[in-house]
C-alpha cells in the first residue's frame, strides 16, 4: 500500500474562536505554522490546495487562490475544492493525486473560515427550487435533523440523554487542555441538562456552534520527506470521498423527505458506514487497527453514531462504550481527543483538515496532556451536506 | 387571520382538499420509484434512464419514524408569529412509497404527545398568516386524533 501514501511533513492550526476577521487571515496563519513546523520554505510548494465554503447561497471563497495571494503569489499551481464538511478532505486528496502523479513533492493544503451568528439562513425570495429554501420556510433547521437522529438512538438502543450529556462532558474535559479549542471550560451532566432545550431531546449544549477558525497541513512525496529527514512523518493511508447509495433510508439535511425506496430498496449499507468502509479498503486495515478516531460531533448523539459507523463497536453498542470510559483519554478507543467539535465548533472548510493535524500531533507523539498512549493509527469522519462526507486513515 | 382564501405556501405540493389533502409527488414510469418534491426530467434510482413519469398523490398515512421540536425560531424565510410558539416536528415513514417526509406536527401537539411506530396522517393547516390569505402547508399528526 506504501506507493500510494503521501506524508504529513507539517501541520498548522489557528485558535477557533468568533472574531469575523477576514478567512485568508487565518488561513495564512495556520500555512505559516504548517510550513515552520515542516521546515519546508513557503516558495518549494509548488500546489496550493484549499477547502472552501458556499454557505447557504452566498457566492463562496475562492480559498485556495485567496490564501495563495495572501501568503504571496510564487507561481504555485493552485485548487479549490467545495464539498461541504468533506471540503479539506477532498483539498488533501487532490493534493495526493498531484504529489503520486509526480506532478509535484510538496504540497500545502488549506481551509479556513469566518462565520455568521445564529442559524446559517438561506437566501431571500421565493425559492421552492432549493431544499435548504424549503425546509427553513417550513421550521426545520439543522438541530431538528440531529434530534432526529438521537431520538431514533433513544428508540432503537436505549440511549438516554444522560448517555448524549456524557459525550460533552468527556469531550470538554479534553478539550480543556486544547489551546487551540474555542471552548476550554470543563461542564458537568447537570450543566448540560440544565441547558436549554433546542431540539428535544437536545439542547444547547449537546450542539455544537459554528466557528472561525483555520487549518492546514503540508504534505508530500515519501521520498521528498525522507530527503529532508522525516522519513518516519505520518503517512496519509487512506482517503475516502464516496457518495451514498440509492435508496437512502436516513432523512439527510437539507433534505425533506427520502429518496424512495419502493423500486431500488433501502441500500444495504448507511451512507455514513460507507465512508469509513473504503478508508479502510484503501489503507488495508480494519477497525481492530484503529488506536484514535476524530468525527463529527455535530451534535452529542452523532459522536455515538459514529462510533458504530467507524465499526468500533456493533451498532448500538456505543453507549455502553462510552459508559464504560472506552471513548475517553486513557480509554480503549479514544473519540476526540481534540475536544472535537463540541469545544471547536464547526469552520466548515477548515475542520476536515484540523482533525487530520490532531491525528497528526497524536501519532508524532506531541498531543501533551491530550496524548493517546503509543498511537499509530488514526482515523477521522465526517459528513456533510448534499452528500459530501470523508473519512481519512493516518498512519506511522 | 383574514377572510381571504388560503393559498399554498408551496405551489403544487400539495392538494388543498380540505377534508382530505395530500402530497403531491411524482413516481416513474418505468421502475416505480416516488419523488417528492416532484420530479419530472430524470430519475434517481442508478438503475433506472427514465426521463417519464407520472403526478401523483402521495399516501395520507403512514408510521411515526422519529421526532422532535423546535424551541427556538428558525431565521427567515420562517415567518413566526410574535411570540414565538415551539412546534413539534414528525419524520413519518410512507409504507407504500418507501420513504420518510419531514413536516410540522399539527393541533399544538408536543413531543409528550409522540412515539416512534405510531400511525399518522397528514392534515392541512397555517403555516403563517398573509395579507393575501393564510398560507396553507401540510402538517402531521397522529392518526384519528381530533381536530
Known sequence: MSQNEIAIIGAGMTQWGKWGKNFAEYGVAAAREALADAGVPWQDVRFVSGGATVRCGYPGYVAGATIAQALGWQGAEVNTSYAACASGSQALAAARTKILAGHCDVALVVGADTTP???????????????????????????????????????????????????????????????????????????????????????????????????????????????????????????????????????????????????????????????????????????????????????????????????????????????????????????????????????????????????????????????????????????????????????? | MNDKTPVAAIDGWYTLDTEAPALLGSRCDKCGTYFFPKQFTYCRNPHCDSTDFTEVQLSRRGTLWSYTNACYQPPEPFVAPDPFEPYAIAAVHLEEEQMVILGQVADALTVEDLKVGMPMELVLDVLHPDPEGDKLTWKWRPAGAAA
Not at chain 1, 469522519?381 to 498512519?395: C, E, P, R, T
Open chain 1, 117 to 396: 451568528k445564529g442559524f446559517l439562513a438561506p437566501a431571500k425570495g421565493y425559492r421552492p427550487e432549493d431544499p435548504d429554501w424549503v425546509r427553513f420556510y417550513l421550521g426545520i433547521t439543522n438541530p431538528t435533523y440531529f434530534a432526529l437522529y438521537a431520538r431514533r438512538r433513544m428508540d432503537l438502543y436505549g440511549d438516554t440523554p444522560e448517555d448524549f450529556a456524557a459525550v460533552k462532558v468527556k469531550n470538554a474535559a479534553i478539550g480543556s487542555q486544547n489551546p487551540r479549542a474555542r471552548y476550554t471550560k470543563t461542564f458537568s451532566a447537570e450543566d448540560v441538562a440544565n441547558s436549554a432545550m433546542v431540539a428535544d431531546p437536545l439542547r444547547l449544549m449537546d450542539i455544537c456552534a459554528t466557528s472561525d477558525g483555520g487549518a492546514a497541513l503540508i504534505v508530500s512525496s515519501v521520498d521528498y520527506a525522507k530527503r529532508i529527514g522525516k522519513g518516519d512523518a505520518p503517512r496519509v493511508a487512506a482517503i475516502s470521498t464516496v457518495t451514498p447509495s440509492f435508496a437512502s433510508g436516513t432523512v439527510e439535511m437539507p433534505d425533506i423527505a427520502t429518496d424512495s425506496a419502493a423500486a431500488a430498496g433501502v441500500e444495504a449499507i448507511n451512507y455514513r458506514s460507507q465512508i469509513p468502509l473504503k478508508a479502510y479498503e484503501e489503507a488495508g486495515l480494519g477497525p481492530e487497527d484503529i488506536d484514535l478516531a476524530e468525527v463529527y460531533d455535530l451534535s452529542t448523539a452523532l459522536e455515538l453514531d459514529w462510533i458504530e459507523d467507524l465499526k468500533l463497536c456493533e451498532r448500538g453498542e456505543a453507549a455502553r462504550l462510552l459508559r464504560a470510559g472506552d471513548t475517553a483519554v486513557g480509554g480503549r478507543i479514544p473519540v476526540n481527543a481534540s475536544g472535537g467539535l463540541a469545544c471547536f465548533g464547526e469552520a466548515v472548510p477548515a475542520q476536515a483538515i484540523a482533525q487530520v493535524c490532531e491525528l497528526t500531533w497524536q501519532l508524532r507523539g506531541e498531543a501533551g496532556p491530550r496524548q493517546v498512549e503509543g498511537a499509530r493509527v488514526g482515523i477521522t469522519a465526517n459528513q456533510g451536506l448534499f452528500g459530501h462526507g470523508s473519512s481519512v486513515i493516518v498512519k506511522r
